[in-house]
């Protein structure tokens, strides 16, 4: 699901009712896959990948949440977060590829017309890959805690949020070896996101890319460290690494804002 | 949203994170990490004990435990409750942990911090180790009746309940009374 794999644990005090909390934790993962995968046309996100100038799109609720974010969080960190660079990992082969090309694509063309209905501007190639994960996940526990859960952790590779009355311990993967992991502290309530290139690094044509993209410059980024973010919910979590990655900047103003913290891991070299 | 960031970046090879019911399970959390987890925030100050032959002979007999005491890992909290690392064998392998004792006497909590079994990690899980919250040294602390068991890890279960027991022997013998 979601490209990755999705674990979810439940802390229920009636084991039926556990699976059922689990099931729609899954469920809930399940419907922001249907709404927001790129690689599905008829996604919400594959319509607006095709939407005409000036036509109007009804989106499900939950697509309109995280496009609201998405252009919040855009605003609020300066366009180092944009969910529109989809032209350039379709053209690194991340995504499918369009059928035309787009120049300059920018979540800023679109505009809410009513509560759950969109319009572009320009022509516009979306890819929520850098926010529907974290938001995903925050839509589980929501479900799972609808269903009477005490607590839980729902895990969307690396994407994770816990709730209830129990604190997590975090793990890190070391961006220089990713078999590697690095205790990076205890979570209770709350989520954590982590962005690298690690694994979504590869050759194109002689030049490496990955699918972190600077949207300033449209480049793929090169860098070598992980940016991991710990916020109460985990679609700020998950977009919030990007505008650190980004920035660079552990301490990115925008962290503040949303009560999130920041955390670069270099990549070490081996020791024992 | 609570976080708690660690004292240190440290080392854990790959396995049980983030799914610690998985068979593989080896963890392995520093002595600081452990001690900020129990005393967040508080000084600690390393405090060896010396035991005599007849409190060792003591410790073994109301706990069963062989495995020589280390009385040097013992540190005293500022507002004096006591940290305690010890190490019992789980089924094969060894299990180090911490014990934190409150000033009152009562068990803060316990933490595992080297496991490298590839069963019985469900010690590891809090709910289990919650249950010595609250007891004291006059608890028997006995497995199946004051702790529960868990199926599938019952070695490990019994053997860290004897070893917390020990301790707490030995803090009735030994820390209590220390000023």
């Known amino acids: ?272 | 949203m609570k976080w708690t960031p660690a004292a240190s970046l440290a080392l854990v090879p790959v396995a049980a994170v983030l799914a610690p019911a998985v068979a593989e399970a080896k963890i392995y959390v520093s002595v600081e990490d452990t001690q900020q987890r129990l005393f967040p925030g508080e000084r600690l100050i390393l405090n060896p004990v010396a035991l005599t032959e007849a409190q060792r002979e003591r410790m073994r007999e109301l706990s069963s435990v062989r495995e020589p005491f280390r009385g040097e890992r013992v540190w005293k909290s500022e507002k004096g409750g006591w940290f305690i690392v010890d190490e019992v064998v789980g089924k094969h392998e060894m299990v180090k942990y911490a014990l934190a004792i409150n000033a009152d006497g009562t068990i803060r909590g316990i933490e595992i911090m080297e496991y490298v079994e590839s069963y019985g990690y469900e010690v590891g899980e809090a709910s289990w180790r919650a249950q010595f919250v609250g007891r004291t040294a006059q608890d028997t602390l006995k497995l199946n009746k004051d702790i529960k068991n868990i199926a599938g890890a019952t070695l490990s279960c019994k053997h860290l309940t004897d070893g917390v027991k020990r301790l707490m022997v030995m803090y009735d013998m030994v820390l209590k009374g220390s000023k």
């Open chain 1, 1 to 272: 699901m979601l490209g990755t794999y999705v674990d979810i644990r439940v802390d229920h005090d009636d084991a039926a009712r556990a699976a059922a909390a689990l099931e729609a934790g899954f469920a809930a993962v399940a419907r922001v896959q249907r709404c927001m995968s790129a690689f599905d046309p008829e996604s919400d996100v594959g319509r607006i990948n095709r939407l005409a100038v000036g036509d109007a799109l009804d989106i499900d609720p939950w697509t309109a949440d995280v496009l609201r974010l998405s252009l919040e969080l855009h605003r609020a960190s300066g366009g180092l977060f944009d969910c529109g660079i989809a032209p350039e990992l379709a053209a690194w082969g991340m995504l499918p590829p369009a059928p035309s090309a787009i120049a300059g694509s920018s979540i800023t063309r679109l505009s809410f017309a009513a509560a759950g209905t969109i319009r572009v501007s320009a022509p516009l190639r979306l890819d929520l890959g850098g926010i529907a994960k974290g938001y995903a996940v925050d839509r589980a526990a929501d479900a799972m805690r609808a269903c009477g859960a005490r607590g839980g952790l729902i895990n969307a590779g690396g994407d994770l949020r816990v709730f209830g009355p129990e604190q997590e311990a975090i793990h890190l993967r070391d961006p220089g070896n990713p078999a590697r992991l690095r205790l990076a502290g205890w979570l209770g309530d709350g989520a954590c996101a982590t962005s690298a290139t690690y694994f979504s690094r590869r050759d194109v044509g002689g030049h490496e890319v990955s699918a972190l993209v600077d949207p300033r410059n449209r480049q793929p980024m090169r860098t070598r460290r992980s940016y991991s973010v710990f916020a109460p919910c985990c679609a700020v979590a998950d977009a919030l690494t990007k505008v650190v990655a980004v920035s660079q900047d552990a301490h990115h103003p925008c962290l503040e804002r949303y009560d999130a913290h920041a955390l670069i891991l270099e990549s070490c070299p081996e020791r024992p």
